[in-house]
């Protein structure tokens, strides 16, 4: 007997999905199309930008640090406006403020095609800044958490395994645009692409909820006596299962509960230790390299296949999120890392470099995915928005503190080895971070144990 999928008591008759191919769960409809919009707005707002920092620095006469300072700006402002850009999604949804950030991003960016001073190039850039909040990872990831429970972890796969594909697409799109129109009308062109790809699909695709438009998450709810007129045969299997690591959560612990448990702190200090670490890496790996022997072609190659490698992480390690206890996964993703830098110190030559792409890029691509549903899994989906722009402040913060940082301790130990040691090091807090949050998580009902227990009951 198939299962039945049914507008919820109180939804409109008239709220239905809009078309998709029959059968498909209008939340597949969302991560297709934020996949698109990501891998755009990634590309053009975020790694592009390497692209530009030596033809302006040339053509203006700034500083590469003055240049640069105005990316860090954004970054900053990014992660301080993302705790009212949680507020707002918990409570509009998406579609608002991910249409007006994509239509804000179109001119700001035809403005810095036509800089002239540094104070304007800082302006737009904390323009860009407050864009970045609105448009890139946590918005899309709340509407993930909103839209998926049991298959959340297939969803994170898709909507960054695409994504992913942005440095790779768009760094070689920058530099080919930037050596055959010159760097402004390149700004332009981006500007077009941005415009195309992100502001329509935000506008038309979005939706807050499934219980909106009479779905429930995973496209599964249970049915209602006395209205069979709006039974849909569906065929999906429930939303949560028994043996299920990851029981559908309740509607979720407010901002201020989440602030107060251990398991937030446990769970934010991980993260930011990883962050730290893979901004020092993406800073001064080509450095490290050179000084190794590489040529430094063939060292700025090493960082774009870790790219590449982080796709395969994230396309195999995320989906076992959703068989495997995720504290556990993501605490390997850490070791993994940390793993990564001592084979980069210990082996020679291009074994070393092959080893630490390898492990470096498969715990990188999954680290991302994993904070998000692990986040989803303990704290549930109604204020996602507001924990998960707290988390996302932190982060940002270690990143902007990553390049300083690693500058400082180079000064004063003259050499890469004790800055790498120390990174490994982080890495391996982090995990024993992590796997504290998820004990934690455990003894306080944040998440299930393993063992099979009885289903908790799906919540919109």
């Known amino acids: 007997m198939p299962r039945v999928r049914q507008r919820p008591a109180g939804t409109p008759r008239n709220a239905r999905a809009p078309a998709s191919p029959r059968g498909v769960y209008y939340g597949w409809v969302i991560v297709a199309a934020l996949a698109v919009t990501e891998t755009t707005s990634w590309g053009v707002l975020y790694y592009a930008f390497t692209a530009f920092l030596e033809p302006m620095r040339a053509s203006l006469g700034w500083s590469r640090a003055s240049v640069a300072g105005a990316f860090s700006l954004a970054l900053l402002l990014s992660g301080v406006v993302g705790l009212p850009v949680g507020r707002w999604l918990d409570r509009h949804g998406p579609r608002l403020i991910m249409t007006a950030g994509s239509c804000a991003a179109v001119p700001l960016v035809l403005a810095w095609s036509q800089v002239t001073s540094l104070a304007a190039f800082y302006l737009i850039w904390a323009g860009l800044g407050i864009v970045m909040a609105a448009v890139l990872y946590e918005p899309a990831f709340w509407v993930v958490s909103a839209w998926f429970t049991r298959r959340r972890g297939q969803a994170l796969t898709l909507l960054t ?226 924990i998960n722009g707290m988390v996302a402040l932190a982060l940002n913060l270690a990143r902007a503190l990553a390049p300083v940082t690693g500058g400082l301790a180079y000064a ?40 099979p227990s009885p289903a908790l009951p799906v919540s919109s």
Not at 432 to 442: D, F, N, Q, S, V
Request: proline share 9%; glycine share 12%.
């Open 161 to 386: 395994l695409i994504a992913g594909l942005a440095s790779v697409i768009y760094v070689p799109l920058a530099g080919w645009l930037v050596a055959v129109r010159g760097w402004r009308q390149a700004l332009v062109v981006l500007a077009v692409l941005l415009a195309a790809g992100t502001i329509p699909i935000h506008a038309f695709a979005l939706r807050r909820r499934p219980a909106d438009l009479g779905l429930a998450p995973d496209g599964v709810l249970a049915p209602v006596p006395g209205d069979p007129a709006d039974q849909v045969p569906r065929n999906d299997p429930p939303a949560s299962t028994p043996s299920s690591p990851h029981p559908s959560p309740p509607p979720g612990a407010t901002a201020r509960a989440a602030l107060r448990g251990a398991t937030f702190w446990l769970v934010t200090t991980a993260f930011v230790f990883s962050a730290f670490c893979s901004g020092v890496v993406f800073v001064y790996l080509v450095s490290y390299l050179i000084a190794r022997g590489l040529a430094p072609t063939a060292a700025a190659g090493v960082v774009g296949l870790i790219g590449l490698a982080a796709l395969p992480g994230r396309l195999v390690l995320t989906p076992l999120g959703d068989r495997l206890p995720r504290g556990r996964l993501t605490a390997g993703l850490f070791l993994a890392q940390a793993i990564a830098l001592a084979v980069l110190l210990v082996a020679p030559g291009l074994a070393g470099v092959a080893g630490f792409v390898i492990l470096f890029g498969a715990g990188y691509g999954a680290i991302t995915p994993a904070r998000a549903a692990l986040l989803a899994d303990y704290y549930g989906p109604r204020h996602y928005g507001r």
């Open 412 to 451: 004063l130990t003259g050499g890469y080895q004790a800055i790498l040691w120390g990174l490994a090091l982080l890495s391996v807090l982090a995990a024993l971070a992590i796997m504290l949050a998820e004990r934690r998580a455990r003894q306080t009902g944040l998440v299930a144990d393993a063992s």
